[in-house]
């Protein structure tokens, strides 16, 4: 990564200096780009956060960059500075993350450059198996927002975007926690599919009424940017309800990869990834950036291709409860649209959520209290819930 990152974003900032643009883009969008590519570098100090198990740090670093990239990226492109305000957005996730993660390891473990021919190979191994898919993600992901510039004006795409990084930080509260769960699960001998079962569930509590709001309300999330962003409230919608998928897959994923089933990994990498990148241009073309937003939460359903994986890898998917989880927000967002609940007393609804999913049993107290110290270490735990204490008992009974 050290070596990677650096040496591509070099030769793109050399190229945009001696070369000037390529196609449709400027010099300054691919020295931008280059910028970026460098700034990937991040992942290193992020690995090492999960190989040392500071899972606390890797959610903190994650929920501050993404923090920063909504507050800086949304911000700049609000103001008017178009595709270099998010790119900016970008840079500043990527920044906040490196400072956090690489002052920890500066701090416990040094750091220094070797290259060990062993361990290289036993990377490249096990890498790959998320790397091939990841590509695609990421191709898929801006494959949407370029389909869209190309088809329709530069207005439509900053919409799209923006609907885009609304709808993946929604997600991310699910899929962050499920995807932290990577390093706790590799190192639990047996019992693996509870843990994973239990942290599915949980992702799923946090995110869904999050999501379902959005679904519910996507013009008011919108027009809190400004008025003309509400034209992307269909998009922005469609995008949201595709928030479920995602977490199902991204803790199956774990699971799979936590019992070195890279080949799985892989395989529904691509189930899920395929299908969007070959959708987007058409669908694109056709309707502009809702045609992008049908492509990517079509795209996030084919992969709950994952349920059959799941059975093999001993999940415990337990159907009711996961559709209670689901339901629960869904129907909620349904009825407050029906009754023309306005969208600023709807949340106290949505709120609730949190709490009747506590008193169904969708989520124990003891099930989130393992999860949480997976994440939070037991002393700052035992402090966090004596100053929450009345909050936790009536969110989750005993």
């Known amino acids: 990564m050290a070596a990677i990152y650096p040496s591509l974003g070099a030769i793109l900032v050399l190229y945009a200096a001696c070369c000037g643009g ?3 883009y400027s010099a300054a969008m691919l020295a931008a780009a280059g910028l970026l590519v460098a700034l990937s570098s991040t992942n290193l100090f992020v690995s090492m956060l999960v190989a040392l198990l500071r899972t606390d740090l890797q959610l903190l670093a994650f929920l501050a960059g993404n923090a920063a990239r909504i507050a800086v ?35 416990m473990v040094g750091i220094s450059l070797a290259v060990d021919p062993v ?43 923006i609907a885009v990084m609304i709808a993946g930080f929604a997600a991310a509260i699910g899929t962050s926690i499920a995807s932290m769960l990577l390093p706790v699960l590799s190192g639990v001998e047996h019992g693996r599919g509870e843990l994973a079962s239990a942290s ?50 991204t803790a199956v994923s774990s699971l799979a990869y936590a019992g070195n089933r890279y080949h799985t990994v892989a395989g529904m990498g691509f189930a899920q ?42 999940l415990r998917v337990e159907p009711r409860k996961l559709l209670v989880a689901v339901a629960m927000p869904a129907l909620l967002a349904a009825a407050a649209r029906l009754a023309s609940v ?28 393992e999860l949480a110290s997976a994440f939070i270490p037991r002393d700052r735990l035992e402090k966090l819930y004596n100053q929450l204490r009345p909050l936790v008992d009536l969110a989750l009974p005993t």
């Open 22 to 24: 390529f196609g449709g």
């Open 200 to 249: 599915l569930r949980i992702a799923l509590a946090l995110s869904m009424p999050v999501s379902a709001y959005i679904v519910a309300y996507p013009g008011f999330v919108l027009g809190l940017l400004g008025k003309s962003y509400r034209e992307a409230s269909t998009a922005l919608s469609i995008l949201a309800a595709s928030a479920p998928a995602m977490v199902f897959y």
């Open 342 to 369: 306005p969208a600023v007393p709807a949340l106290i609804l949505f709120a609730a959520s949190y709490i009747a999913y506590g008193r169904l049993r969708i989520v124990s107290r003891r099930e989130a209290a």
């Open 273 to 314: 990834n395929l299908p969007r990148i070959i959708l987007y241009a058409p669908l694109a073309s056709l309707y502009g950036g809702l045609g992008a937003a049908i492509a990517y939460t079509l795209e996030a359903y084919t992969g709950l291709a994952a349920v059959y994986v799941a059975r093999q890898l001993e």
């Open 73 to 107: 990226g949304v911000g700049l492109v609000v103001l008017g500075f178009g595709w270099a305000g998010a790119v900016a957005g970008f840079a500043a996730m990527s920044l906040v993350i490196l400072i956090v993660s690489a002052a920890y390891v500066a701090r």
């Open 119 to 161: 361990a290289l190979r036993e990377v490249l191994t096990a890498g790959l198996a998320s790397w091939l898919p990841g590509v695609m993600v990421l191709a898929g992901q801006w494959l949407g927002v370029l389909a869209v510039y190309g088809s329709s004006t530069s207005v439509e795409t900053g919409h799209y975007y």
